[in-house]
T-cell receptor, first 115, second 112 residues
Framework: DTGVSQDPRHKITKRGQNVTFRCDPI?????LYWYRQTLGQGPEFLTY????????KSRLLSDRFSAERPKGSFSTLEIQRTEQGDSAMYLC???FGGGMYNEQFFGPGTRLTVL | QKEVEQNSGPLSVPEGAIASLNCTYS??????FFWYRQYSGKSPELIMF????GDKEDGRFTAQLNKASQYVSLLIRDSQPSDSATYLC????????????FGKGTLLTVNP
């Protein structure tokens, strides 16, 4: 399977715990994006990497959130001291290059439930 | 005014009919427009994109863009029950090489 993969697919945690999600983009894609989606809403942009450089972070990404893409391949998104409001689907997408087309392909997502 | 507005639906059409999904956007700097389909509990799947005024056809799908009116639509001909999903509109701003701004999506139900 050459699509975007994410792990885990589901995560249930207690409030205050730390969680980490992993995303493996399509192999030739140099751009990687994280989005968050809550019920009834469209995906909201969180952050973006071009190769290993994190080039943009949304205001939605509080200081409890951190993302890395250490070698320009896979990426991790960590949430520290989780809150119930963090419960959402976390989506990773990747694309090759930029420009007006910028077709972003999404992974299956990680559904986080904070109790 | 919201950046991207879509009628949340549900939009219900009979099998074989044409489904029309609409999207308006506020950012005049938007350059290209993406339509994603999202089945319940699944991630968004890219259907098609459009960047020039007019129509773009791909199989049963036609995207229509009118930049002057800041309006983009998706028509689905010969709707099938398998088309039942939420359809997300996502403009991309000129000069922005990363960010898609999604609408809330329109829930389409195709009745057999």
């Amino acid at each position: 399977d050459t699509g975007v993969s994410q792990d885990p697919r589901h995560k249930i945690t207690k409030r205050g715990q730390n969680v980490t999600f992993r995303c493996d983009p399509i192999s030739e894609h140099n751009r990687l994006y994280w989005y968050r989606q809550t019920l009834g809403q469209g995906p909201e942009f969180l952050t973006y990497f071009q190769n290993e450089a994190q080039l943009e972070k949304s205001r939605l990404l509080s200081d409890r959130f951190s993302a890395e893409r250490p070698k320009g391949s896979f990426s991790t998104l960590e949430i520290q001291r989780t809150e119930q409001g963090d419960s959402a689907m976390y989506l990773c997408a990747s694309s090759f290059g930029g420009g007006m087309y910028n077709e972003q392909f999404f992974g299956p997502g990680t559904r986080l439930t904070v109790l | 005014q919201k950046e991207v507005e879509q009628n949340s639906g549900p939009l219900s059409v009979p099998e074989g009919a044409i489904a029309s999904l609409n999207c308006t956007y506020s950012d005049r700097g938007s350059q290209s427009f993406f339509w994603y389909r999202q089945y319940s509990g699944k991630s968004p799947e890219l259907i098609m994109f459009i960047y020039s005024n007019g129509d773009k056809e791909d199989g049963r799908f036609t995207a229509q863009l009118n930049k002057a009116s800041q309006y983009v639509s998706l028509l689905i001909r010969d709707s099938q029950p398998s088309d039942s999903a939420t359809y997300l509109c996502a403009p991309k701003r000129r000069g922005s090489n990363y960010k898609l701004t999604f609408g809330k999506g329109t829930l389409l139900t195709v009745n057999p």
